[in-house]
């Protein structure tokens, strides 16, 4: 998934250090982890998505939009950048480059 994501990003003229707010589907504690080391992000990068797996469970892919929901509540910076990543069976996975 890093390499997906480094390759959308750079696809964009991105890097994942130019995005402030991501929204990474509940998986679970493993995959929320997992996607935190592949990306390389700081500890506090995928809190909203914690959160949103402490208070639901695994939604499956659509706790995204909880995540969503959670997150424009509490707006970032106009002009920040956000990716959103849900995942699906088998092994898919969707990327949405977000702007503020």
């Not at 390499?3 to 995959?31: C, E, I, N, Q």
């Amino acid at each position: 998934l890093g390499d997906d994501v480094r390759k959308f990003l750079a696809d964009h003229g991105l890097t994942t250090t130019d995005v402030s707010t991501w929204l990474v589907h509940a998986a679970g504690p493993k995959v929320i982890d997992a996607v935190e080391n592949a990306l390389e992000l700081p500890a506090d990068a995928l809190n909203r998505t914690r959160d949103s797996l402490r208070r639901n469970g695994n939604l499956s892919s659509v706790s995204v939009l909880d995540i969503l929901e959670a997150t424009m509540a509490d707006p970032p910076s106009p002009g920040s950048i956000g990716v959103m990543i849900a995942m699906g069976p088998g092994f898919s996975a969707e990327l949405v480059l977000l702007g503020w």
